[in-house]
């Protein structure tokens, strides 16, 4: 015997497949309401408990310097963690979660050598010191470096390239970033 809505009257009818499919949803509903969830976007898991999250600045602690790198790899990592999770950024040590290091390497380098020892390429390269610590769960708490670079052809002038080259290499670091913290690859 099941229930039936039409035209807002209740018809009751003996279709045995509306008990059971009833009782399927009523049972799936009551294992998903009971489960202990984590919050999860882009498959990244935050604890169901977490509410903040500390970004110190990243200082540019390289050999060549680029004023802007600093601003831009610490509010590229802000940016990343606040349109990913549903953490609120402090600027307390004591938050969930604690994202602490040090730029260590901007550098230039050629890497396609052509005839008279000319470059055809160079290559840019950023490596950032990183220390995570999860108040949650000290298994996930790691301290590495991630690097990450990019190449552009020698005759571009570097100058007019080297913003639109450091944004992307400071996309990819703090997706790797974000990555190690947050989906534990």
């Known amino acids: ?24 949803y009523g049972i799936a509903l009551a294992l998903f309401v ?3 969830f984590r919050f999860s976007l882009t498959g990244g898991t935050v604890d169901p408990n977490a509410k903040t999250v500390f970004v110190a600045t990243f200082p540019n602690n390289a050999s060549l310097v680029n004023p ?13 963690i606040q349109s990913q999770t549903p953490l609120t950024i402090i600027d ?18 050629p890497i396609a050598l052509q005839g008279n020892d000319l470059a055809a390429m160079n290559r840019l390269s ?4 990183v220390s995570f610590k999860n108040s949650f769960d000290e298994n996930l708490n790691f301290d590495q470096t991630f690097s990450r670079y990019s190449d552009y052809a020698s005759e571009l002038n570097f100058t007019a390239i080297e913003a639109g080259l450091m944004q992307e290499i400071v996309d990819f670091l703090t997706e790797d970033i974000f990555n190690k913290a947050f989906v534990n690859w």
């Open 1 to 24: 015997m099941g229930f039936r809505v039409t035209s807002f009257k209740l018809q009751v009818t003996n279709d045995a497949s509306h008990v059971t499919r009833f009782a399927i």
């Open 34 to 36: 009971g489960c202990v």
């Open 68 to 80: 802007n790198l600093s601003r831009e790899f610490t509010a590229g990592l802000k940016d990343r």
């Open 92 to 109: 307390l040590k004591n938050a969930d979660y604690v994202f602490e290091g040090a730029i260590t390497n901007y550098s230039v380098t």
């Open 126 to 129: 950023i490596s950032v010191r």
